[in-house]
Nanobody, 111 residues
């Protein structure tokens, strides 16, 4: 199953975006989810992770700005990103145990 990330776009520094991650057309249940991002010319890195008990962890650079949340009714996970910085630019992916990498969604933070 591929998880589809969506919601990216162009935003000015200090702005906000909310990314969504869903298993389109599938009953795949998202219990544990990880958001990754890959900036141009850089390796993919972990951004945020949600465990099955809804506890979360974040990379230091996004703590206090990003929040991962789950909507069980919609089987969708969100990544709320506030106070975006140019260094947050990249393609964002979501991945869960048993899923494969999707295309990701591009986030560009620029004035």
């Amino acid at each position: 199953v591929q998880l589809q990330a969506s919601g990216g776009g162009l935003v000015q520094p200090g702005g906000s975006l909310r990314l969504s991650c869903a298993a389109s057309g599938s009953s795949f249940s998202i219990n544990v989810i990880t958001w990754f991002r890959q900036a141009p010319g850089k390796q993919r890195e972990l951004v945020a992770h949600m465990y099955s008990d809804d506890s979360t962890k974040y990379r230091d650079s996004v703590k206090g700005r990003f929040t991962i949340a789950r909507d069980n009714a919609k089987n969708t996970v969100y990544l709320q990103m506030n106070d975006l910085k140019p260094e947050d630019t990249g393609v964002y992916f979501c991945l869960a145990p048993g899923s494969s990498w999707g295309q990701g969604t591009l986030v560009t933070v620029s004035s």
